[in-house]
């Protein structure tokens, strides 16, 4: 199960965050502090797998981004790997090559999007055209 997702930039600081648990907001930046820290210390040759207290983290850099999620132990690293790189697909997709100013600027959608791929923290959709498809209707809906 994911337990959370952080998008952070190479300086730490945090873009985005979604957590599927329940975690007190004091505990959630000495948390996102730590598995940042953690991450952005390694060295590119080194396994994006790193386990840390209670979870697994599986990440990803794409350009000046990082990508952290936390699972649970019985999770499958690699089928998240995939998940973080769809995710990003998607991104693109809609954004037109996305950046870091896409995100910040346009949270909202990039919560849809994730919403449309992750629910309770476990993976629901994959197809990119699904995905899409509720905010291309809201913005056809702006439009008029």
């Known amino acids: 199960m994911i337990k959370f997702l952080l998008m952070v930039n190479k300086q730490g600081q945090t873009r985005l965050s979604k957590y599927y648990e329940q975690v007190e907001l004091g505990k959630r930046a000495a948390l996102e502090a ?3 820290r953690g991450c952005l210390a390694r060295r590119k040759e ?3 797998f790193v386990e840390y ?3 697994k ?3 990803r850099q794409y350009a000046a981004l990082f990508i952290v999620v936390g699972i649970t132990e019985n999770e ?6 995939e998940l973080v790189h769809n995710f990003v697909e998607v991104l693109d997709k ?3 090559r996305v950046s870091e100013l896409d995100i910040m600027f346009n949270l909202d959608k990039v919560h849809i999007i994730l919403d449309e791929m992750i629910l309770n923290g476990h993976i629901v959709e994959t197809n990119k055209n699904r995905i899409l498809a509720p905010l ?5 809906m702006a439009e008029s």
């Open 34 to 36: 730590d598995v940042v």
């Open 46 to 48: 080194e396994c994006s």
């Open 53 to 55: 207290k209670d979870y």
């Open 57 to 59: 983290l599986v990440y």
């Open 76 to 81: 499958n690293e690699l089928s998240i790997y």
């Open 94 to 96: 809609y954004f037109s």
């Open 136 to 140: 291309l209707a809201l913005d056809k």
